[in-house]
């Protein structure tokens, strides 16, 4: 499941970041998405520029999850090839005494220094790849207990997501803004050429903001006749 944020022109942030594409409204949608979920799944770059912070419910989405068989707090991966994670960063900083640790997926090449750095504030898994693959990614979440993993992006990671056809579903908030300037749309990157097919299952609106739910088909529409 993909959930994303874009501006009226398909902006998937400004200067650089997604926040001010939002509202209170979506940050509610943005909570009952997450609530849904077994595993939280971001790329390391969304990590370090949105300030990503270990997933905390509230009692109501506690209450809920519980209710759903599921823990009370959804698993956070990050995925990095890199393993360039500031020690500084809210994910570690301010962890919670009894927290789920965050969980990083790295490719075998990593530096073990990198990983070792990490190894108190962090699970790490090396990945058989030399970088990390969506399909080893998803693997390794539903080896973990995940039946709903949920993609945060970024745009690149998703991009990789839709090459590998593993996109069931997006989350789209469309935010009444036109954003400019030079921002990727929300799948960037792809490989592909023919476009995924897209099912609208809901669309809601408040404060001017559109709310879809798309499922996808898995089939990939036709290109125009030569």
């Known amino acids: 499941m993909l959930n994303m944020i874009s501006a009226a022109d398909g902006a998937s942030a400004i200067n650089g970041v997604s926040e001010p594409l939002g509202n209170p409204a979506d940050q509610a949608v943005f909570s009952a998405v997450r609530a849904c979920a ?14 990503y912070q270990i997933p905390r419910p509230s009692q109501a989405a506690r209450r809920a999850r519980l209710a759903a068989g599921r ?15 500031a020690s ?62 949920l993609s945060e992006g970024g745009p690149t990671f998703n991009g990789q997501l839709a090459d590998a056809a593993m996109i069931d579903e997006l989350c ?36 001017g903001t559109l709310f879809v739910r798309y499922l996808c088909s898995g089939r990939r529409k036709p290109g125009p006749k030569q």
């Open 38 to 51: 077994d595993w939280i799944v971001a790329a390391a770059d969304t990590v370090r520029i949105e300030r």
């Open 71 to 85: 823990p009370e707090q959804p698993g956070l991966a990050v995925v990095s090839g890199s393993l360039d994670l």
């Open 88 to 149: 500084d960063l809210p994910l570690f900083a301010d962890q919670r005494p009894g927290e789920r640790l965050p969980l990083i997926l790295t490719g075998r090449s990593a530096d073990p220094e990198a990983v070792e750095a990490l190894s108190g504030v962090a699970e790490v898994v090396r990945l058989a790849s030399p970088q990390p693959q969506p399909a080893e990614i998803m693997a390794e979440l539903q080896r973990r207990g995940a039946d709903v993993v």
């Open 172 to 207: 789209l908030s469309v935010a009444p803004l036109l954003a400019g300037g030079d921002s990727t749309r929300i799948v960037h990157g792809s490989r592909q050429s023919l476009p995924l097919e897209l099912r609208m299952d809901h669309l809601l609106e408040e404060c």
